[in-house]
């Protein structure tokens, strides 16, 4: 029996189908059914799993097909404990009618589910490996890890940024097999909803004082947090004995570079037409980074540092420009129309791309505001 193009380890086999086994089943022989349920036939039943990612802004919506390019959904039995898994990693998940077939017996189930981790090129780090002759697995078990160089450092591309597709995604399904759901060859459709744990966080710097003069190698810019590593449930693992959220690791940007846009005059007005007297074009310094998931728990010590390269404060460091708590400024930008949205951190989890500006005058932190995603954010000195 062709699953698909599943493919399945674990407990359940795939086997072949004679065709005087199909007459069989047709003919009622339920028992026969039941024989041959542990070798994939016809006569297996249990779920027809469709994926949907309509966890993000636009509700509703399932943005699966567009960016999940890999999916695995882990089987565990009531007590969390692993049974076996299915995994799809070839183009048939961007049909919209695309279903995974599952064969379960009666009884019920918890279903766990990853998309971005068994792709070919997967940019974040699954553990356990299971395979058909694992005993004693269970979800305590699972841990999703950002890798990071030997310094603790990150500038790993957590997304498709050609394709805009790829990324950490994650669901969970409970359900119950009935004995009135065991029909011969019967499938009955399931949905898991799936919500995307990678972020992609954009930085502008713009200087107004010499607003076309400003260079992206002039500054280090760093992210820090402790959302480098994730359990099997979704909550972050930490890795310092510090306390929670305060992790010696930091993310360093996928990519750097100069950005022009518009123009101003001499005296600092936008909107000045190229190519009129004393106009000049308006650079900005550009940082880009991919982080894991965004938690509220870490709004005291997530921090976006930066830094100047080539000035040098009291202590013979480089200069500090900004340091923010980064998950304050960011769940501060809920608009006037998201009153749908429960809490900052159903936010935080839907949104999934980021644009921060901050003004510089004189290479110093024009401190009055942030503009995060087209939204002015007030800064407030003591909050920082």
């Keep these: 029996m062709k699953i698909n193009s599943v493919k399945i380890s674990g407990m359940l086999r795939k086997g072949r189908v004679l065709p005087l086994l199909g007459m069989l089943c047709l003919g009622g022989m339920l ?4 024989a041959l349920f542990d070798d994939m036939s016809d006569c297996s039943s249990g779920i027809r799993l469709a994926f949907n990612y309509d966890y993000h802004m636009e509700p509703g919506a399932n943005a699966f097909m567009s960016n999940v390019d890999c999916v695995t959904v882990y089987v565990f ?3 969390l404990n692993y049974l076996t898994q299915f995994t799809e990693t070839s183009d048939i998940l961007k049909n919209e009618n695309y279903r995974m077939d599952i064969p379960l017996n009666p009884g019920s189930y918890h279903l766990v589910v990853y998309g971005g981790t068994t792709c070919d090129d997967a940019s974040v780090e699954f553990t356990p490996n299971w395979t058909s002759t694992s005993t004693g697995g269970h979800k305590d078990h699972i841990l999703v890890n950002v890798p990071t160089d030997a310094d603790g450092v990150s500038n790993k591309q957590l997304h498709d940024v050609d394709a805009r597709t790829g990324g950490l995604f994650y669901g969970t399904l409970d359900l119950t097999i009935t004995d009135r759901d065991f029909t011969a060859g019967t499938y009955r459709e399931e949905t898991v909803h799936l919500m995307k744990d990678t972020n992609t966080i954009q930085v502008f710097l713009q200087e107004l004082a010499n607003p076309d003069q400003i260079d992206h190698a002039d500054y280090n810019f760093t992210i820090r947090d402790d959302n480098f590593t994730l359990d099997g449930y979704n909550n972050p693992v930490y890795t310092s004995t510090r306390g929670a959220g305060e992790g010696t690791k930091c993310y360093k940007p996928i990519a750097k570079e100069n950005r022009l846009m518009g123009y101003v005059d001499n005296t600092g007005r936008e909107g000045t037409v190229a190519g009129t007297d004393e106009s000049r074009q308006v650079q900005m310094a550009y940082a880009e980074f991919s982080t894991s998931r965004l938690l509220t728990q ?3 010590t997530s921090r976006l540092i930066v830094t100047s390269a080539k000035d040098v404060d009291d202590n013979g460091n480089e200069k500090e420009i900004i340091n923010i708590p980064l998950i304050t400024y960011l769940a ?6 998201d009153n749908w949205i429960k809490s900052d951190q159903e ?4 949104q999934s791309r980021w644009s921060l500006m901050f003004f510089l005058q004189r290479n110093v932190w024009v401190k009055a505001r942030i503009v995060v995603n087209s939204w002015v954010v007030r800064v407030d000195p003591v909050n920082l």
């Design 77 to 79: 039995d009531t007590d």
């Design 31 to 34: 028992t026969s059914c039941e």
């Design 332 to 337: 501060m930008t809920r608009g006037y129309g």
């Design 347 to 350: 936010y935080l989890d839907r």
């Design 298 to 300: 870490h709004m005291a």
